[in-house]
C-alpha cells in the first residue's frame, strides 16, 4: 500500500523558516511527483506547488515562489518543502500528495494522500 507522512508543522514567528517532510512507502522512488496543498480554517484546499524529478516545480501560489523550495532524499523516500520567509497567509494544514499513474507535473488526480502537518504562523 502507498503511504505518505507529512512531518515538520509546528509554531514559528513570521519571517522564520520551517521544513516539512513527506515520506513515501510502498512505491519505488526513482520517480516521483509530489503535490503540496494547504487549507486554512474556514478556506479552501488550495494547491501549493507540484514537485517532480523532471520537470521540478511549478508553483500555484505566486506568493510562494523564491520563498519555498524542495530537495529530496532518495535513501529516505523523502521530499522537503522548505519554507522560508514565513508569512501571516502561510498558516494552514499542509498536505502532501502523489499520482501513483503519472510521474509529471501537472497531475490530473491525486491518488494517495497525507495526513497533513499543521504550519501556524504568529508572533
Known amino acids: 500500500q502507498v503511504q505518505l507522512v507529512e512531518s515538520g508543522g509546528g509554531l514559528v514567528q513570521p519571517g522564520a523558516s520551517l521544513t516539512l517532510s513527506c515520506t513515501v512507502s510502498?512505491?519505488?522512488?526513482?520517480?516521483?511527483?509530489v503535490g503540496w496543498f494547504r487549507q486554512a480554517p474556514g478556506k479552501e484546499r488550495e494547491g501549493v506547488l507540484c514537485?517532480?524529478?523532471?520537470?521540478?516545480?511549478?508553483y500555484f501560489i505566486e506568493s510562494v515562489k523564491g520563498r519555498f523550495t524542495i530537495s529530496r532524499d532518495d535513501a529516505k523516500k523523502t521530499v522537503y518543502l522548505q519554507m522560508n520567509n514565513l508569512k501571516p497567509e502561510d498558516p494552514a494544514g499542509y498536505s502532501c500528495?502523489?499520482?501513483?499513474?503519472?510521474?509529471?507535473?501537472?497531475?490530473?488526480?491525486?491518488?494517495?494522500w497525507g495526513q497533513g502537518t499543521q504550519v501556524t504562523v504568529s508572533a
Open positions: 514537485a517532480s524529478n523532471e520537470e521540478g516545480v511549478t
Open positions: 500528495a502523489t499520482d501513483t499513474t503519472d510521474y509529471a507535473c501537472p497531475v490530473r488526480e491525486y491518488d494517495v
Open positions: 510502498g512505491l519505488e522512488f526513482d520517480y516521483y511527483v
